[in-house]
């Protein structure tokens, strides 16, 4: 309770009013503990993401593997022409920006997407968009729908400069298993400036929806 609270109530209270009183702070109560239960699934998503990506990129594990991923809604904000990794910057803070201001039910992580048109040309740092992961809902016009389907994915490590080889490998195994690549390219950031100072540790998940050539 606030003091201004304690002293209204003070001032004139009865067992009827200090039991509504009590209840109100029951409601008060289960709202936190229901934002703490949100806020801590989403703590523990991105560990999981995190762990997930180590294990991936441990000696010896496969460099490229297929995921049959569930449908997924992504907050998106246009990245502005020329799309260098400046324009990349400024657009993922203004989707922070957005979501904080809007109280939007984001994960703690953030992203890209890359035409594959781009890809194929070697651009492979020019993305279209900015995004961050979020629970169903939000402004349905900034809000892109990733349908449930199969995807090849390949972990980036080191700076995103460098993802060029990364991309080839990706399609040169989509080549050779005989899919064909459906989607631009979606690019999870799972290690990144936010939780280390080094650019060699940088991990970027890389997604690209695939179906039988």
Same mark, same amino acid.
């Given at each position: ?51 997930? !990506? ?5 000696? =010896?594990? @496969?460099?490229? $593997?297929?995921?049959?991923? &569930? *449908?997924?809604?992504?907050? /998106? ?52 968009? !900015? ?5 169903? =809902?939000? @402004?349905?016009? $900034?809000?892109?729908?990733? &349908? *449930?389907?199969?995807?090849? /994915? ?52 890389? !997604? ?6």
């Amino acid at each position: 309770f606030s003091l201004q609270e304690i002293k209204a109530h003070m001032q004139h209270y009865d067992l009827d009013s200090s039991l509504a009183m009590l209840r109100r702070q029951l409601d008060v109560i289960d709202r936190k503990v229901a934002e703490l239960k949100l806020v801590r699934s989403r703590v523990q998503n991105r560990c999981d993401q995190m762990e997930s !990506a180590r294990a991936h990129c441990a000696p =010896g594990q @496969p460099g490229i $593997e297929l995921e049959d991923a &569930p *449908a997924q809604d992504l907050f /998106c904000l246009p990245v502005q022409a020329p799309y260098t990794l400046r324009e990349i910057s400024i657009a993922t803070k203004q989707c922070f920006a957005r979501a904080a201001a809007e109280a939007l039910p984001v994960f703690f992580q953030c992203g890209v997407v890359v035409p594959l048109e781009k890809i194929r040309a070697g651009r492979c740092t020019e993305a279209s968009l !900015a995004f961050l992961p979020i629970e169903r =809902g939000g @402004p349905a016009e $900034e809000v892109r729908r990733l &349908p *449930a389907g199969r995807r090849a /994915c390949i972990y980036h490590v080191g700076d995103y400069l460098s993802e060029g080889q990364s991309y080839r490998k990706l399609l040169d195994w989509c080549g050779e298993h005989r899919l064909r690549i459906v989607s631009d390219a979606y690019e999870f950031c799972i290690n990144d400036y936010l939780t280390t100072h080094d650019e060699s540790e940088y991990i970027t998940k890389i !997604a690209v929806y695939v179906e039988k050539a």
